[in-house]
Structure formats: structure tokens, C-alpha cells
């Protein structure tokens, strides 16, 4: 396999179970309504800590559920579905379509730093989460004990600047933070 730029490559998931006998296998998304495997020719399937992955032609993709399932070129069987189960699964950006004015990926978030509308810094992006009402940008707060859930909404997020990876967040007075997890 060509050696891949890692900052080429995108995650969007983990491969779960072995779906049938066939090789499929379910993809649980880090974003559930992602649409970045049926617009993609290719995967890199990696093990988990940035090692090295392996490229596989997607045969196949279809929602299952809460799921997507893919076939993949090379893997025919569920024993070897089976093999690539809890690995990462990552696109090339340059695969991606364009976000449209104010949607962001949410790699692109992450890392960026956050600050409240007077300067203070208030810490780090270290996800984004997908709960049925609103997505949650999490925050990991200066010293790195706390986090903070901050909903992105209007009036909360009062601006996004990809180019500097800075948000600057109005965060209203009561919102809780919380330990480690």
C-alpha cells in the first residue's frame, strides 16, 4: 500500500459486526446522518492509534437501521469482516463534497479553540456529538479536567473562523460542566 498523507485522510466511523455470511460489515459513523460513504470510491481501514491503514474499493453501501453496511473489494467472508471489526474507517478529503455556507465537517472542528465573546480562553474542541435535538461541540476546558457541552445554536455560537480554528461561543451563565469520562 502507498504510504497516505494522514492529514489526507478522514474518519467517519468504526467497523462493528460482520453483517451475513458474505463479508459485509456494519459501519457505525461518528456522524449518523453522514452521507460520505456513498460518495466515495475508496476506504482506508486502520487500527486504532494512527497506525497505518489499508486502502479497499467500497463494493457497496446501504442503510441498515442505525447503521450503514458495505462491502468492500478483497474481503469475501465474515471471518474476514470479523478481522477488520473496532478498526477506524477513513475517506480522502479530497472525496468529500464542499460543506455548504455555515455546515462544517466535524474534523474541522475539532482542535479549533474556543473563546467567549470577551477573549478568554475557554479551551479546546474535542468532538462533536450528534444528540437528537441539536449537535454539541465538547470542550475540553483549560487544565483538562472539565468539560463543557456547548449546543450549536444561534446565540450560543457566535461565530466559527475555520481559517484562524478559532469559535468564539457566548456560553449562557448555569451551563454545567463536567468530569472526565
Known sequence: MAEQDPAELVPVGVVGRAHG???????????PTSHA?????AIVVAPAGGAAGERYALAAARHQSTWVVIRLEGVAT????EELRGKTVMVERSELAEPREDEYYDYDLVGMSVTAPDGEALGTVVAVEHPPANDVLVVELAGGALYLDVPMVEGIVVSIALERRAITVDVPPGLPTRARR
Request: glycine share 10%; net charge negative.
Open 21 to 31: 455470511l458474505r463479508g459485509e460489515m456494519c459501519i457505525h459513523l461518528h456522524d
Open 37 to 41: 460513504l456513498f460518495d466515495v470510491g
Open 78 to 81: 465474515r471471518e474476514q469482516a
